[in-house]
């Protein structure tokens, strides 16, 4: 029988995926040091939170409806303006603007709690696509669709 060798790159990015941001911020700023070249091969293959932007739409709306609004805001708290400006874009306009009542009335919110809702959603999308309920892509030219 043949094995298949895989890229280890691939299971450092798998490993990595699963560290908190702390975590993988510290292995990752180490990598660079020692091995740059292989830090950015990593860094290429992880799906993080700023990588549900690549969601499409419809794959976009059904991870919202399977995640607790609330921690929803919390992992919006300190997403970047087009992280954020994605998600409201995929909420009707009456929801958005609750969402940003709500991020705006629960006030300062700890960094471990942002980590652990942001991570949490994560999970969740790659749970949904192992399920085929969404479509997760890296922004590969193979991966686009043709209208």
């Known amino acids: 029988a043949q094995t298949r060798r895989r890229d280890p790159h691939e299971a450092m990015a798998e490993i990595f995926n699963n560290f908190d941001r702390q975590t993988e911020t510290r292995f990752i700023t180490a990598l660079e ?3 740059r070249e292989s830090a950015e091969r990593i860094k290429a293959l992880m799906f993080t939170f700023d990588d549900l932007i690549k969601l499409d739409s419809g794959s976009a709306q059904t991870l919202m409806r399977n995640i607790d609004k ?4 919390v992992a919006l708290k300190s997403a970047n303006e087009e992280v954020k400006a994605f998600f409201l874009g995929n909420l009707s306009s009456r929801a958005g603007k609750m969402l940003l009542d709500d991020m705006a009335a629960m006030g300062p919110v700890r960094l471990r709690d942002v980590d652990e ?4 959603l994560v999970n969740l999308a790659k ?11 890296k922004n590969r030219a193979d991966d686009e669709l043709v209208y």
Do not use: F, P, Y
């Open 33 to 35: 040091e020692e091995n």
């Open 70 to 73: 609330d921690k929803l805001g």
């Open 117 to 120: 809702a942001q991570a949490l």
């Open 127 to 137: 749970d949904l696509a192992a399920k085929g309920e969404i479509t997760l892509t």
